[in-house]
Every structure is written in C-alpha cells, then in structure tokens.
C-alpha cells in the first residue's frame, strides 16, 4: 500500500493535454523512514510506523534517539512488512494514481445553525422580526417527552475535524522537490498535515 504524510501548501490549476484547467491542491511531502512495526502477536494489531519531520539532537530525548531523530510518528494500518529504516518518498505516487487524503478541517469556532447545518431560517416576512437566522423549535410538547432529544443539530463549535475525502487523483508528481499536486481540494488550512493513501 502507498502512504506519505505531507503538509498542505495552496491550491493552483494545472492545464490538461486537451487544454482544460484541473483544479489542484500542493502537498509539500516529507520522507517517511519506517522506525517500528507492529505485529498481531506482539501489540494486537499490524502496523508500520513511520517517523518524520527530523529535529535536532539536543531536542530530542534519550529513548526517543533509538529510532532516529523524529519529531513526529504516525502508524498505518496494514499487513505489509517493509524493512526498518527503509525511507518512503514523492516518488511511490505516479500522476493518475487514486488515492484518499485525510486531515483536520479548519476550526470556525462557535456557529450557528444556519452556517454550521444549512439550515433556511425563519419566515421575512407576516410579523417575523428578529427569524431570520433563528435555529426554530428543539422539541417540547409530546415529541420525545417534552426535552431536547440528543443530536439534535443546534449551533455549536464548527471545524477542527478529521476528514477524509476519497477517489482523489495525483495530477502532479515533483519529486525532486518534495511536491504532490492533488486533484481538487483537500481539508486543512496552509500548513495543515496531510496524510496520503493510495490503492
């Protein structure tokens, strides 16, 4: 299975061979150097973990120098078994791959209902003053006993969710500089880590 971590650059648009614009997402990826894994047997799951974005030595503690100097670890599910110390690059992705990319969203802080579900809003008009972007009724009367049933959707904190979008093409592949250009729009704001599978 193909699998990088990168971090979200901006969006741009690359021109196809028949000249229509693709719109698509850069991800600045970081080498992935396979520090760990994890059998059924021994931890009760199959996993490799990577480690990436290096630091330095003095930023580093004792038990963590025996697997590299790594800032940051990350683990992916799979019965593959690669070599320890083997280094994942931009190259494992070819342009046309199919892949899935999974981030955290940006976080919008509190929001009402109107932006956070789409919700339409009260009546304009017949005496509706202040409606406009009002929840409307939560409940009372005989529906549920007379409380506010859980899930209801009401305004609340908006974002900072992971999300996966799937059925994402590598438009792009720059691997002399680091650089995986996706097809349309991936979660995240500039900076955001991006986590790349493909099939």
């Known amino acids: 299975m193909k699998f990088i971590v990168g971090t979200k650059e901006e969006m741009t ?18 080498p992935l150097t396979v520090t760990q894994l994890k059998t059924a047997a021994k931890d009760g799951y199959a996993a490799v973990q990577f480690g990436f974005a290096e630091k330095t030595e003095k930023h580093i503690n004792k038990a963590q120098k025996t697997k590299g100097l790594f800032s940051s ?15 994942v690059n931009a190259d494992t992705f070819a342009e046309g791959d199919v892949v899935t990319a999974s981030g ?83 979660p995240g704001r500039r900076g955001t880590v991006i986590e790349i599978v493909g099939k």
């Open 73 to 87: 670890y990350i683990e992916l599910r799979t019965d593959e078994a690669p070599e320890v110390g083997s280094v």
């Open 104 to 186: 955290i969203t940006k976080g919008k802080g509190f929001q009402g209902g109107v932006k956070r579900h789409g919700f339409h809003g009260g009546s304009r008009t017949h005496g509706q003053k202040h409606s406009e972007r009002e929840v409307g009724s939560i409940g009372g009367g005989g529906r549920a006993g007379g409380r506010v049933v859980k899930g209801m959707r009401m305004g609340g904190r908006m974002g900072g969710e992971r999300v996966t979008v799937k059925n994402l093409k590598i438009v792009q592949v720059d691997a002399a500089n680091g650089y995986i250009l996706i097809s349309g729009a991936v």
């Open 13 to 30: 648009q690359v021109f196809t061979e028949g000249g229509k614009v693709q719109p698509a997402t850069i991800v600045k990826v970081t």
